[in-house]
């Protein structure tokens, strides 16, 4: 079936560092995918997003790289704070159907 | 700041009793949707809302219903909350359809459900 996957389940890196969160996906005709963070108790906060058309998009200290060679995007965040610490979830539309698919999540905690 | 709303934030029930949970928005948003999820878990596509047009899950129990009064609020209805149901709600809204790819869904702070 369709899928889209996180890597990791949990990553920890040192304030400060840069963080690369990775997720995989296994439909080729996913044109359209989008990070979430979640922190505890809140609902998913869009990060940014990248359509098939683009390999790189870049924010606020947050980077998305998109290989849809191998089908696999991530997340990079730059210097990374204490508020970053949440739950990263890559989302993207299931192929033919109306819904999005969402990954696993990856629990980022920051180490001081 | 236009944003997605969610009344109440925590919300308790005794098991059976009928409980609606509500979510407004200010961002003129075609779709609304509602997700289930539960601890340590991915969102969970219950339904949505294309205007007035109502799509649900196959998967969704019968037990949860939604109504849209008009493009600003959805309510999710449980008729008959079982323990099972214990989790976070999650209202999102989009301009279009997200899986069209050419419009981002924004979700609202979430309900969270306790059933006793």
């Known amino acids: 079936g369709e899928s889209v996957g996180l890597h990791l389940p949990t990553l920890s890196v040192q304030e400060g560092d840069n963080s690369i969160i990775n997720c995989a996906y296994s439909?080729?005709?996913?044109?359209?995918f989008i990070w979430y963070k979640q922190e505890s108790g809140k609902g998913p906060q869009f990060i940014i997003d990248?359509?098939?058309?683009?390999d790189k998009r870049q924010g606020q200290r947050v980077t998305v790289l998109l290989n849809k060679t191998v089908k696999h995007l991530s997340l990079q965040i730059a210097a990374t704070q204490p508020g970053d610490s949440a739950v990263y979830f890559c989302a993207g539309p299931m192929v033919g159907a109306q819904k999005l698919v969402f990954g696993q999540g990856t629990r980022l905690t920051i180490n001081p | 700041d236009a944003m997605v709303i969610q009344n109440p934030r925590y919300q308790v029930t005794q098991f059976g009793k009928p409980v609606t949970l509500s979510c407004s928005q200010t961002?003129?948003?075609?779709?609304m949707y509602w997700y289930q999820q539960k601890s340590s878990q991915a969102p969970k596509l219950l339904f949505h809302?294309?205007?007035?047009?109502?799509?649900n899950e196959a998967d969704t129990p019968d037990n949860f219903q939604s109504r849209r009064p008009n493009t600003s609020f959805c309510f999710l209805d449980i008729r008959s909350p079982g323990l099972g149901d214990a989790a976070m709600y999650l209202c999102?809204?989009?301009?279009?359809?997200?899986?069209?790819?050419?419009?981002?869904?924004?979700f609202g702070p979430g309900t969270r459900l306790t059933v006793l």
């Open positions: 999102a809204t989009s301009r279009d359809h997200v899986w069209g790819g050419t419009d981002t869904q924004y």
């Open positions: 439909n080729s005709a996913s044109d359209y």
């Open positions: 990248i359509r098939s058309n683009m």
């Open positions: 809302y294309y205007d007035k047009d109502f799509n």
């Open positions: 961002l003129n948003h075609n779709v």
